[in-house]
């Protein structure tokens, strides 16, 4: 996914984020790749909002710590973005869980 990339190198950079989804979607637009189809990409604060809490596991995965608040407030639904680890540090531990599960022997 187009948004769950732009997030993963947008946390890797040291980035954090804390305020509307309306506000990210403003500032990852501003990178937004190239897409041959519009509609991989979210066209309003509901649409990432969702993406971000479907994406939410994976990143976590990758060190990157996701958070949707579900009632919105008066200026709209706040979320939180930040890495929980450098890239590299999150590269090893999704290594790990897969070699772990990978374990033949049981």
Do not use: M, N
């Amino acid at each position: 996914s187009p948004v769950a990339a732009a997030l993963v190198d947008f946390a890797q950079c040291g980035h954090t984020y804390g305020g509307t989804v309306k506000g990210l979607l403003e500032l990852l637009s501003e990178k937004r790749p190239d897409l041959e189809r519009e509609d991989y990409w979210p066209r309003s604060p509901k649409g990432l909002g969702d993406a971000l809490r479907r994406f939410a596991p994976a990143l976590r995965q990758l060190g990157i710590e996701v958070h949707v608040e579900q009632k919105p407030r008066r200026d709209g639904v706040h979320c939180t973005i930040g890495s929980v680890c450098s890239g590299e540090t999150a590269g090893k531990q999704v290594h790990e869980v897969h070699k772990f599960t990978d374990v033949e022997e049981i």
